[in-house]
């Protein structure tokens, strides 16, 4: 039986079938500093900091962690910053507006016979939030931001989970976007009919792709043809690195 599809797994197959069904869950110094500052705005695991410059490793570490058994554990350089992303939002009574509901939630659900699930971010009163850590929450740059982060298919996802799931009936889409580096600016976007509509026609394309697969268990590459290629119409610099030799 196959597991609940969640959307993480899901946006793989955006790259090809094949790394679909290679992927393997892996964390990143980035992606715990992202999980640190929703528990710290949202609720969630307890975060704590680790003496700056000792390695999370040996004796002293092993005990901390006993301690400390369900808490993230982040070095203190990282566990300020992730306070301070955390005190911006909260700072922010724009933020904060769309922020209130139900934090956290499971959702699941089927799409058609196949089950789905995911954590919501938030429920409120007729709207999904999901909160962004992010290089630039710049008003200009975040639509190309979400378009490329596979944001507005999330929220398309969690939108249409959270109606079927029956918890509601958002109709409203919301990012909060805090920027990682100080002063860690934060921008609310309410996504528009037009960015849902691409964000559902995005997911439902990449789920009919893999139930497809699923049920002719084919997991193709790239390409299941030869590729013409001809010369790419921006000018690109003569790399001199290791590719170079190859």
Not at 66 to 77: M, R
Not at 113 to 123: M, N, Q, T
Not at 202 to 209: A, D, G, S, V
Request: aromatic fraction near 8%; proline fraction near 4%.
């Amino acid at each position: 039986m196959l597991e609940p599809l969640h959307f993480s797994r899901l946006k793989r197959i955006a790259q090809s079938p094949l790394h679909y069904a290679a992927a393997v869950a892996q964390g990143s110094p980035a992606m715990e500093r992202g999980e640190a500052a929703h528990s710290l705005i949202l609720g969630g695991r307890p975060v704590v900091a680790w003496e700056e410059g000792r390695p999370r490793r040996g004796k002293d570490y092993d005990a901390f962690k006993a301690g400390n058994p369900d808490a993230l554990i982040l070095t203190a350089s990282d566990f300020a910053q992730c306070n301070n992303i955390a005190e911006a939002v909260k700072g922010n009574a724009l933020a904060m507006r769309v922020l209130e509901g139900r934090r956290e939630l499971e959702l699941a659900w089927k799409f058609g016979a196949r089950e789905c699930a995911g954590r919501l971010d938030v429920l409120g009163r007729d709207y999904v939030t999901e909160l962004k850590t992010t290089v630039s929450a710049d008003p200009f740059k975040i639509g190309y931001q979400a378009k490329r982060m596979g944001w507005f298919a999330q929220l398309a996802w969690y939108q249409d989970g959270a109606l079927a799931g029956k918890h509601g009936t958002p109709e409203q889409a919301y990012i909060v976007a805090v920027e990682q580096g100080a002063p860690h600016a934060v921008t609310v976007v309410l996504l528009d009919n037009d960015a849902m509509d691409y964000g559902r026609r995005t997911y439902r394309t990449w789920l009919e792709r893999l139930l497809a697969c699923e049920a002719s268990d084919s997991w193709p590459s790239y390409s299941q043809s030869i590729v013409s290629l001809g010369v790419p119409d921006n000018d690109v610099a003569i790399d001199f690195g290791e590719d170079a030799a190859a």
